[in-house]
């Protein structure tokens, strides 16, 4: 037989019985994708084929840098500290990176932040900045670069320059139902870490009824590839498995979350909001940790704690509102997020008994539906209405007890008030079993 | 939630976690892939979930019928004899429709056969009729219906009007490594079949070296496919599960088949085409009893003998090659096929022993890349190049004796004789196991 060039419907076919890919092939596929050589309708087959099939840990990390080559990278040897970020899987309240970034930093990391938007039930980091009036994220590198030498994190989105191959991909998965295919997942999380050239990440992967992995099994698989491939790529990474069992603290919604975050870093938070502080703590401390700052995790948190309630993190956030454009005034009076009155509508129970479950991603489409969130990408959101929890999973409530307060306009609002009650799960008797919000902790 | 209308990428995930799809998503399957509602990049993602997680009875069923109502279908019902036809898996040497329909025509079905080309190392049976100098396979329907009134049986290629989505989804699964999936290799077959409005079908599953289907067992499942959904589709329908672990017959090579078909139909056959002429009478005998023309099996076949035997096969064999405008001169001398003269160059043993394996794909495409058969839809065909096989399994060969005869042009002789030499396994000791040409009956 004649020696072929390499051909999709023979990648396609290996990766479709159960082989390993070669580092040539993933590489053809990765550029192929890009510059056409791999038809959209060949890249979806070998997607489906990839979900069934799985990657091992090699595939895996030349999956990661060859997307992460379809770009450019950014490159901040320039700045003498340790370059280290978080990235979580997404949740429903989940805000701690508007806490961690001004935290590392202000603790004497570099923190690079290269965020997404919020998609179905899930907010994003680049949503909840927007809702700060005046606030940019769309920088350009130089831009970033500035903000992050004067105040040591910047937070941008993505560019088309980074991984573009991730972008083109990610549109093929939605499409076709192959979003949760792990290696996928692991490439497209990773390439755009590691293009923004760090020492250090720590990942927080959700799961529950809010989380994309609602298994805790499959989260753990997924932190345990993540990790893997983070450390294979150079960059020291460990992740917690947490709970997304309920919304992440007391606030769901652009502004509402903002606040809630404002009001950590000030020392002035609502109690609903413990879990949030501590998540923000805890994965700071393991920053801290991971970059060498400290040399074991107990120092670590003491170390994010001291400069949490030293102000530190305030300043370092308020340097970082100011120099991204925003209005930095919401630093000292947080209400300044609510440029118009929104109607606050409470969420009652309608019978006495213990909360034994609570669909976050109920709650968090509810609030998505009234513009919170997106259904698409192209949807416009309403920065200011949003939803406060007043009870947690375990709690006692009586007939006409708030579950919460809905922030709303008048459009849809009695059917987001239907939807945010029959989220919760009222019983007679408690839960068995109370909620733990670190679950693991996977350094592999 | 807002009742959504039906998504591809709801279909997709679907099939992914392993779900029956509804007779609606399955419609909508078929009539988007033409219509292009559904993407082609979605199409080939369902494709390959197919291929993993395989499709039900009255999933294939319904993939079948939507695929047959994608297109016309032909209506022979003003034709007062039982609609019979043959299909074959394809193989090496594999002719027996040139001999099964004129037989079975002769024996009084009426048979409208749509076949295809060859491509690969498998020929096809339009290939194989256009080596008949004149020989049209290109038929209008009305055509194709004025011969088979006339003559008992037409042959022609399938149009652009019947089963027009199966077009599109064999080109989708070329290009994506999906063609192997059992389902869709079914609904493929069954459709255009069914579109000629068939009684009785009988099917050739192939097994062996030289078979689609290498394993007995994959192709006994994809008989038990075939004959379920034709049963359930309304056509009486049967399987034999034969042997391809050698070219069937002698002759491989568009032209030599031919003259190997009329010699049969003569009555003049070398002894080598001795298994064509028992596997063409054993399924024209099926197609007898399925039609009810005979009441036994026994029956079925002593009619076949008799009517191949009483010349009444080469007749109509000869009636409708003048009707589909071919020299019927060929009839009574079939070296009028060779309308130049080739090189005949001997291939020789280059060892003493038994021949315990053959490989007969290597033969199809060491004939294909002389122009016998095609590696693309586009290629060109040679209708004159081709081989005779001299020895078969279990044979006992000498150094130096001939294994087959190449019949070729200059250019690619030496390769392509070191190919069929390599083909061929001799072996010290004869082969433990003598090859049964029928390995099984799937009648379900």
Same mark, same amino acid.
């Given at each position: 037989?004649?020696?072929?060039?390499?051909?999709?419907?023979?990648?396609?076919?290996?990766?479709?019985?159960?082989?390993?890919?070669?580092?040539?092939?993933?590489?053809?596929?990765?550029?192929?994708?890009?510059?056409?050589?791999?038809?959209?309708?060949?890249?979806?087959?070998?997607?489906?084929?990839?979900?069934?099939?799985?990657?091992?840990?090699?595939?895996?990390?030349?999956?990661?840098?060859?997307?992460?080559?379809?770009?450019? !990278?950014?490159?901040?040897?320039?700045?003498?500290?340790?370059?280290?970020?978080?990235?979580?899987?997404?949740?429903?309240?989940?805000?701690?990176?508007?806490?961690?970034?001004?935290?590392?930093a202000?603790?004497?990391?570099? %923190?690079?932040?290269?965020? /997404?938007?919020?998609?179905?039930?899930t /907010?994003?980091?680049?949503?909840?900045?927007?809702?700060?009036?005046?606030?940019?994220?769309?920088?350009?590198?130089?831009?970033?670069?500035?903000?992050?030498?004067?105040?040591?994190?910047?937070?941008?989105?993505?560019? @088309?320059?980074? @991984?573009?191959?991730?972008?083109?991909?990610?549109?093929?998965?939605?499409?076709?139902?192959?979003?949760?295919?792990?290696?996928?997942?692991?490439?497209?999380?990773?390439?755009?870490?590691?293009?923004? /050239?760090?020492?250090?990440?720590?990942?927080?992967v959700?799961?529950?009824?809010?989380?994309?992995?609602? $298994? $805790?099994?499959?989260?753990?698989?997924?932190?345990? @590839?993540?990790?893997?491939t983070?450390?294979?790529?150079g960059?020291?990474?460990?992740a917690?498995?947490?709970?997304?069992?309920?919304?992440?603290?007391?606030?769901?919604?652009?502004?509402?979350e %903002?606040?809630?975050?404002?009001?950590?870093?000030?020392?002035?938070?609502?109690?609903?909001?413990?879990?949030?502080?501590?998540?923000?703590? $805890?994965?700071t401390?393991?920053?801290?940790?991971?970059? /060498?700052v400290?040399?074991?995790?107990?120092?670590?948190?003491?170390?994010?704690?001291?400069?949490?309630?030293?102000?530190?993190?305030?300043?370092?956030?308020?340097?970082?509102?100011?120099a991204?454009?925003?209005?930095?005034?919401?630093c000292?009076?947080?209400?300044?997020?609510?440029?118009?009155?929104?109607?606050?509508?409470?969420?009652?129970? !309608?019978?006495?008994?213990?909360?034994?479950?609570?669909?976050?991603?109920?709650?968090?489409?509810?609030?998505g539906?009234?513009?919170?969130?997106?259904?698409?990408?192209?949807? $416009?959101?309403?920065?200011?209405?949003?939803?406060?929890?007043?009870?947690?999973?375990?709690?006692?409530?009586?007939e006409?007890?708030?579950?919460?307060?809905?922030?709303c306009?008048?459009?849809?609002?009695?059917?987001?008030?239907?939807?945010?009650?029959?989220?919760?799960?009222i019983?007679?008797?408690?839960?068995?079993?109370?909620? !733990?919000?670190?679950?693991?902790?996977i350094?592999?």
């Open positions: 037989m004649i020696d072929r060039e390499m051909q999709p419907r023979d990648i396609i076919r290996k990766k479709r019985d159960g082989a390993a890919l070669s580092p040539e092939e993933i590489e053809f596929f990765v550029r192929g994708v890009t510059n056409g050589e791999f038809a959209d309708y060949q890249a979806t087959a070998l997607l489906m084929a990839v979900l069934w099939r799985g990657m091992n840990e090699d595939e895996q990390r030349i999956l990661t840098q060859a997307m992460l080559r379809s770009g450019e !990278t950014l490159d901040f040897s320039d700045v003498d500290l340790p370059k280290a970020d978080k990235h979580s899987t997404g949740g429903v309240g989940d805000k701690t990176s508007l806490v961690i970034a001004p935290l590392a202000a603790a004497g990391l570099c %923190v690079p932040m290269i965020s /997404g938007r919020g998609l179905g039930h /907010g994003g980091t680049l949503d909840k900045l927007e809702s700060i009036p005046g606030y940019r994220v769309r920088l350009s590198i130089a831009e970033f670069r500035e903000v992050l030498q004067h105040v040591g994190f910047a937070m941008m989105g993505q560019t @088309a320059e980074i @991984a573009p191959a991730d972008k083109k991909l990610y549109a093929l998965r939605d499409a076709t139902a192959t979003v949760e295919a792990i290696p996928l997942i692991v490439a497209s999380i990773m390439s755009k870490k590691l293009a923004a /050239g760090l020492d250090v990440l720590v990942l927080d959700k799961t529950g009824t809010g989380a994309f992995m609602r $298994e $805790e099994a499959r989260a753990k698989k997924l932190a345990r @590839a993540l990790v893997q983070g450390n294979a790529c960059v020291r990474t460990e917690l498995i947490t709970d997304m069992n309920q919304p992440l603290g007391r606030a769901v919604g652009n502004a509402l %903002v606040r809630e975050c404002i009001e950590i870093l000030r020392g002035e938070a609502h109690e609903g909001a413990g879990p949030v502080r501590e998540l923000s703590l $805890e994965l401390a393991r920053m801290l940790r991971l970059a /060498g400290e040399t074991t995790l107990e120092a670590g948190r003491m170390h994010a704690r001291r400069v949490l309630e030293s102000g530190a993190a305030l300043e370092s956030f308020r340097r970082n509102v100011e991204q454009g925003g209005d930095a005034r919401i000292d009076d947080p209400s300044r997020l609510f440029t118009s009155a929104l109607r606050e509508v409470q969420v009652e129970s !309608t019978r006495a008994g213990f909360i034994t479950e609570i669909d976050a991603a109920e709650i968090g489409s509810a609030i539906a009234l513009g919170g969130g997106r259904a698409k990408v192209e949807d $416009e959101i309403d920065p200011l209405v949003g939803y406060l929890a007043e009870v947690k999973h375990g709690d006692a409530v009586k006409g007890d708030a579950l919460g307060i809905l922030h306009r008048d459009e849809g609002q009695s059917a987001a008030v239907a939807r945010l009650r029959a989220a919760y799960t019983e007679d008797s408690s839960p068995a079993q109370s909620r !733990t919000l670190i679950k693991d902790i350094t592999v």
